[in-house]
């Protein structure tokens, strides 16, 4: 169906979106390492995360509970709450990570890089064969960046070289980073619109309230899918 | 948090990410069911933006950094490239605070 040239410019169009996803990612990595080392973490503590988790929103979530008080296990239930989003993200992936997709160790190795930013490389991708390519250029550039940045955040937060990183405005960052990586897929889907404003408004709710443990608000916030909607049209393509 | 709530968050992570390819072969998914997951996946990821923007622990985060999230929104929904919203947005914040908003 696409031409040759058609198929090189939309793999060239992905790789240019995957180097603005690693710079937008970097900055929200580099101030992740920055903003757990001024909360008074150790250094190794935000590399390490960045490695053997890899997942930006469970990393703040759980460096955030600790920094407030909430003990380890406090902190790990909610950076395992916030995972639970992969779950879904893997059942739809299954043309990408798969037995027949990716055979051997690719498949064990394909399932750490699974991000909200991979999921949804790949699942913007029309055939099997360009989800795979997205999937796995994306992964391996966002794992190389992510950690390179945290890395970096932190040794520059650990030797004091970065001063306050409220002030430089980073957190602002990476909500605006979720934002883009949703926008393509909520375009031409109004009752997911519609959906998105309900969770986000109960999720923000049940934040504000006293005693909701971290995680919860945005998990509770996907039983707005269920809300009767306009029986969903088919995909016309 | 120590190297142990590290290890556990990652093993546990790591479980989640593998449960799906290995269950997709024996769940079959319709094609509503496979809607209803990528709408809950995007409900779930705007509610992480709107939470992130708006809240911090359990109060309100401040006007600056709900300026600049959207700010950049604003410049997403306007097909704006990705690195300028992400950069907009935090630039925004940053002068937002500098000049004493909080």
Known sequence: MFAKENVRSVERSVGRDIALVCLADGLVGASFGAVTVADGMPVWLPIALSLLVFAGSAQFAAVGVAAGGGGPVGAVAAGLLLNTRVLPFGLALADVLGKDAAPGPRRWLGAHLLTDETAAFALAQPTPERRRFAFWASGLALFAAWNACVAAGALAAGTGLLGDPDALGLDAAYPVVLAALVAPSLRGDAPGRRAAGLGAALAVALTLLPGVPAGVPVLAAVAAVAVPSAPARGRAR | ?102
């Open chain 2, 1 to 102: 948090m120590n190297a142990w709530a590290v290890l556990v968050l990652a093993a546990g992570t790591y479980a989640l990410r593998v449960a799906g390819p290995l269950l997709a072969g024996r769940v079959r998914l319709t094609d509503r069911a496979r809607l209803l997951l990528a709408r809950g996946a995007a409900v779930l990821l705007v509610a992480l933006a709107a939470t992130g923007a708006l809240t911090e622990g359990h109060g309100l985060a401040g006007w600056a950094r709900a300026a600049g999230v959207a700010a950049g929104v604003v410049l997403v929904a306007r097909r704006v490239p990705f690195a300028v919203a992400v950069v907009a947005a935090a630039v925004l914040t940053a002068l937002l605070r500098w000049a004493g908003v909080r």
